[in-house]
């Protein structure tokens, strides 16, 4: 006889499941949240289960096939209280950032044998991380302790855990779509197949025919606002290019249409049935070509009214500037060097892809809960997009998986809330994998002309910039052209320097915000430029950008003398390149063979720590009555580690420790404003309001108990559990009775700005027959200021390391001559796994930030920007061919070396002595 239930975690469950369904969806089905969703093709690991002990990705497995069988899921994997002892371990070495591949990590290594833990890079090759770099989930598997446990005395410098530890590693931390939320329907998109059309017509009567089908939307029923969906703190710093529906499709994979239905087999089934009458038009896949006359105008009605630069050139924000005169620093210069560099389109690939799930409350208020790093913006945008006073609009976030900077927009929001306010229905909206990689956004791609010069003694006489940014459809972070622009240059000291940079429209993806904003393919450019300058002039490349970088009372000039309110809050460039140095200088790793050449190279990075134009956050801690504290700050928590930082901040100043204090975060409805966690402002700016909340608090405390006792305050302090009044205490829990409410507030506006620096270096081994980069050492400084949390801040740089030799060696989106985006999996997009990624050695600069928290900066974008030029830069000195074009794959890398130059050559370059 055939089964008819399924075992799950100790508990029969007869529930059959649907004709198809796979056995990840029928697990949460029944409330078993710890599987995830990560890819649906088996590539990720997210999903893991145990069938009868062995480890399976619970997304392949056809639901029917485990009846009659034993499932564990990470909730059952520990029956009876105690931690299983890989739950443990992950723990105590912190082996997770966003947390959301973490119970499928677990499950995979929980039934691992001896033979497999030898071998760990093939062992987990099925499981990827996208936000810790791996080290410190082998530094689990190899049961190594990095956590320190909470306790009384400075709370800066410690290695303390995260809060939402010991949810995320018993799978019981909730993300977006972690929740049961009674009559939900779903919505699903349908998409463009062409780059530029015209949309003559739709008809929905087929759709609307499916059984289960609810409402179909399409540009009929969209809001006349145009806007971004970028989110911003100041919205005028994005175009307003881009409606909710549009009658004019711009890119292969525009959202076209929606169908609501009580299924998403039935929504998927009704997208199927809509038919949709084009009128193709024409389309520009490339930037240069775009801005060329009679080329296809992506946006005719719109500009400068949408903050649109030239419509008409399809140029969506340009700048422009100089300062010297560079032909006649050129004309001094004894050496110049001059090539063109491009960088390609790379996906965010965070492994909770954009989701969000909207209702209306008792009261009629629109309540969004959404994946996002920026839930106060979202609420204005659709309070904005849909004329509703802000009272009437909630956005909550459970925890966010991941987001490097994907997630600073608007992408599901808006349209589960249009198909909520249409039909009064609670509303999911989940993207697939496939609609990530074709239909959200991408790190822009571009192309930068550099022209560089210096005299014999290696001191810079003229820098000149031309950077031409590939936007996509929709402009959208557009205005990243600035930050390529901006620190890329200013970093050097040079009397003469000139920029033109021009962010395109083309029919492709949209382009969007991206870890290091705009800054990683300008230093590309330049790093491997003065790469190239250096050996021109016999220099040592170190030595090179030590007689050039600004120095701690420099000005930072990009390519304009006007003020900014960018000040350098503490200077550690100088001991980052020098870390770096005497660490190459030990020679670490050995050549794989005598056919292998052997080179190093290096480059730095500095970024601005805010963005410009505001960047606000507002922080409230109030005293509780057992003594404790509850901090209250608005930024979600995404991996960033900005839930540990705050509360170690707030328990250094109040002088107890982070276990007393409680958090709330990420809810428009019981947490003061907060712009977002982009930007690097999740310590500078969240921080800093944190730790003057808690000042305010400290100082109220202090004030009630010098009161109390009529003891000067200045003779009074505040430790753990009291105020101590020259000797008498006054109990914490005794100044929180009596109707009184201790709370202290604070806030910061995110000015002045100050820069964080980073210096990365590389020993390659370049096999010349395969074209094979094999890396003997990798290690990384980083200035970030008052390090609060080593291990965690330790933890972001080796991610940010992680993406970027993802970047740099062998993630490319593809795009056919169509448009189309061809690499749209996991399984034909290579994010980075267990055993790609090298231990990067990470050294933190001896300096403290004078405009940080207690002297914090930050250090979440800034480490993925010197990585591919200090990779390129060390392949140049093992072969003598200098890649002006990323990726550095195996196959370019073979050929070129085979060839005596890249292949395919970017443009004419050279270096040449002045005559």
Request: with cysteine; proline share 6%; charged share 20%.
């Amino acid at each position: 006889m055939r089964p008819t239930s399924v075992e799950v975690n100790g508990t029969d469950f007869a529930a059959p499941p649907r004709p198809g369904q796979c056995l990840r969806t029928y697990l949460r089905e029944l409330g078993w949240y710890g599987v995830k969703k990560g890819c649906d093709a088996g590539d990720c690991g997210a999903c893991t289960v145990h069938v009868d002990g062995r480890p399976v990705h619970s997304c392949l497995l056809p639901a029917y096939r485990a009846l009659g069988h034993r499932v564990t899921t990470i909730e059952g994997l520990a029956p009876g209280g105690e931690p299983h002892p890989v739950q443990r371990a992950f723990l105590d070495a912190q082996g997770f950032q966003c947390g959301f591949c973490t119970a499928g990590m677990i499950m995979t290594v929980a039934a691992l044998d001896e033979a497999q833990h030898q071998d760990l890079g093939r062992a987990l090759k099925g499981s990827l991380c996208r936000c810790t770099g791996y080290r410190a989930i082998a530094d689990a598997v190899a049961g190594v302790t990095n956590v320190e446990q909470p306790g009384p005395g400075d709370q800066i410098g410690r290695n303390l855990p995260a809060p939402g530890g010991p949810a995320v590693v018993t799978g019981t931390a909730r993300f977006t779509l972690d929740v049961s939320v009674d009559g939900l329907t779903h919505l699903k998109l349908l998409r463009s197949p062409h780059a530029h059309a015209r949309i003559r017509s739709i008809d929905p009567s087929a759709a609307s025919a499916v059984p289960g089908v609810l409402a179909v939307f399409t540009y009929a029923d969209s809001p006349g606002r145009l806007y971004s969906t970028a989110r911003h703190e100041d919205p005028r710093d994005d175009p307003a290019d881009t409606r909710l529906f549009d009658d004019v499709v711009r890119f292969v994979g525009q959202r076209v249409a929606g169908v609501l239905a009580d299924s998403v087999a039935a929504a998927e089934e009704g997208c199927r049935r809509l038919v949709v009458d084009y009128e193709i038009l024409p389309a520009v896949f490339d930037p240069e070509q775009a801005m060329a006359p009679g080329a296809p105008i992506l946006h005719p009605d719109k500009g400068a009214e949408q903050r649109i630069a030239c419509a008409q050139r399809n140029i969506a924000v340009e700048v422009h500037g100089d300062v010297g005169d560079v032909e006649a620093g050129f004309a001094a210069a004894d050496a110049v060097y001059e090539h063109t560099f491009t960088t390609h389109r790379v996906q965010h690939a965070h492994l909770e892809t954009h989701a969000s799930i909207s209702r209306l409350d008792e009261t009629g208020r629109l309540d969004v809960r959404t994946s996002s790093q920026v839930p106060f913006l979202t609420r204005r945008a659709l309070c904005d997009l849909f004329d509703r006073p802000e009272q009437t609009v909630r956005v909550a976030c459970g925890r966010v998986g991941g987001g490097f900077g994907a997630k600073q927009e608007m992408l599901t929001e808006d349209l589960a809330a249009l198909a909520t306010l249409r039909t009064g229905r609670p509303v999911q909206l989940e993207f697939t994998r496939q609609e990530q990689f074709a239909a959200t956004t991408t790190r822009h791609p571009a192309t930068v002309q550099i022209k560089v010069g210096a005299r014999r003694d290696g001191t810079l006489t003229a820098l000149r910039l031309r950077v031409v940014s590939n936007t996509g459809a929709y402009g959208n972070h557009a205005a990243a052209i600035f930050h390529s622009c901006h620190e890329a240059v200013s970093v050097y000291r040079c009397p003469n320097k000139k920029v033109d940079g021009y962010a395109v429209y083309t029919n492709t993806v949209p382009a969007g915000a991206y870890r290091g904003y705009g800054l990683s393919q300008t230093i590309f450019a330049v790093e491997s430029a003065m790469d190239e300058l250096a050996r021109a002039l016999g220099l040592d490349p170190i030595a090179f950008r030590q007689r050039n970088v600004i120095g701690p009372d420099d000005p930072m000039i990009a390519h304009s003398t006007e003020p900014e309110d960018v000040e350098i809050g503490s200077y550690g460039l100088d001991q980052c390149l020098d870390l770096v140095d005497a660490a190459l200088r030990r020679g670490e790793g050995t050549s794989p063979g005598p056919d292998w050449l052997i080179g190093q190279g290096v480059a730095l990075a500095m970024i601005d720590t805010v963005p410009p134009h505001g960047h606000r956050s507002r922080a409230r801690i109030s005293l509780l009555p057992d003594g404790g504290y509850e901090l209250a700050v608005g930024t979600a928590e995404f991996g960033n580690g900005t839930s540990t930082v705050h509360r170690q901040l707030a328990a250094t100043v109040l002088g107890t420790s982070v276990d007393r204090i409680r958090l709330r975060q990420a809810d428009t409805d019981v947490v003061a404003y907060d712009t977002g966690a982009f930007g690097s402002t999740g310590i500078v700016v969240a921080g800093l309001a944190a730790t003057r909340a808690a000042q305010a608090l400290r100082d109220r405390l202090i004030a009630a108990a010098a009161a109390r006792t009529g003891v000067d305050p200045a003779a009074c302090e505040l430790d753990a559990d009291a105020v101590r009044c020259g000797g008498v205490p006054v109990p914490l829990a005794d100044l929180a009775q009596g109707g009184w409410a201790p709370a202290g507030e604070g806030a910061c506006d995110g000015s002045p700005r100050s820069v964080a620096f980073n210096v990365h270096g590389f020993r390659v081994a370049v096999h010349p027959g395969t074209g094979e980069i094999r890396i003997l050492q990798s290690v990384h400084a980083a200035d970030a200021g008052r390090v609060v949390n080593p291990m965690q801040c330790r933890g972001q740089v080796e991610g940010g390391v992680a993406q970027a030799l993802g970047a740099a060696m062998y993630e490319a989106m593809v795009l056919d001559e169509t448009g189309r985006v061809t690499t749209d999996t996991f399984r034909n997009y290579h994010v980075p796994a267990f055993g790609d990624v090298p231990r990067t050695e990470v050294h933190f600069a001896d300096t403290a930030d004078r405009l940080g928290p207690l002297g914090a900066k930050s250090m979440s974008e800034s480490p993925f920007n010197p990585v591919a030029p200090a990779l390129a830069n060390a392949v140049r000195d093992a072969t003598g061919i200098r890649f002006g074009a990323l990726p550095l794959t195996r196959d370019r890398v073979c050929l070129s070396i085979a060839a005596g130059a890249e292949l395919p050559p970017a443009h004419t370059a050279g270096v040449h002595p002045h005559e």
